[in-house]
């Protein structure tokens, strides 16, 4: 099946900084989404994004599907978004995720 | 739009009862819905892929005995753990794939909040 690697495991952050979270997958996808998961256990999805880029606030993604990676950049963090962010893609109906980047954003 | 209601969202059984898990589509009919399990500080895992009006599809190691699913209707899947043991213990999310194409190409696939299952 298809492989979902997400890069850091674990990332730091003082609030205000900017992060770029990374998602590596091993074959094509038609379907790529970056959700957050908060402490109660709740994906929250954060973009569906197969290809291009886009943008929501202080959120982006971009994915490069000829280049099988996709990036994830928070900007001017906030304590609110500490959590878990998933990358899942699929190639047929069902979605495969990455071990997730646990984010913590320190005040 | 794309709303998927899962209950309960929390529940504390005994070893050896069955807990039935309930997944609805609020505004979409769901002619997939798909079962994960996510154990602390983990990912999620497949488990099952449950179509409407037909047998669901298991992932390897997965029980079907243990775990049944019934997609009975087009906004409605259900999970039961049966004979529920301890290591049962987890996160259960659903997911569901439907709805029409403009809607799925725009959002991709859609998750309930999630059942905490706690065996005692």
């Known amino acids: 099946g298809i492989q979902v690697e997400q890069s850091p495991p674990d990332l730091i952050l003082q609030e205000g900084a900017n992060s770029t979270l990374r998602c590596n997958f091993s074959d094509s996808v038609n379907n790529l989404q970056w959700f957050h998961q908060n402490p109660w256990g709740q994906l929250i999805n954060l973009f569906y994004i197969p290809s291009g880029t886009k943008q929501n606030g202080r959120l982006s993604a971009t994915t490069v599907a000829t280049e099988r990676y996709s990036l994830l950049y928070i900007s001017s963090s906030q304590t609110t978004d500490s959590g878990v962010y998933f990358c899942?893609?699929?190639?047929?109906?069902?979605?495969?995720f990455g071990s997730g980047t646990q984010l913590t954003v320190l005040p | 739009g794309a709303v998927v209601s899962q209950h309960p969202s929390r529940v504390i059984c005994k070893s050896g009862t069955s807990v039935k898990i309930e997944c609805r589509s609020l505004?979409?009919?769901?002619?997939?819905m798909f079962w994960y399990r996510q154990f602390p500080k983990q990912s999620l895992m497949l488990m099952a892929t449950?179509?409407?009006?037909?047998?669901?599809?298991?992932e390897q190691g997965v029980e079907k005995d243990k775990f049944l699913i019934n997609h009975a209707s087009l906004t409605l899947s259900t999970l039961t753990v049966t004979s529920a043991h301890p290591e049962d213990s987890s996160f259960y999310i659903c997911?569901?794939?439907?709805?029409?194409?403009?809607?799925?190409?725009?959002?991709?696939?859609?998750f309930g909040s999630g059942t905490r299952l706690t065996v005692v």
């Open positions: 505004d979409f009919q769901a002619t997939t």
């Open positions: 997911s569901a794939a439907g709805g029409d194409r403009l809607r799925r190409a725009n959002y991709g696939y859609t």
């Open positions: 449950s179509n409407e009006g037909s047998k669901a599809t298991y």
């Open positions: 899942a893609v699929a190639s047929a109906r069902q979605l495969t």
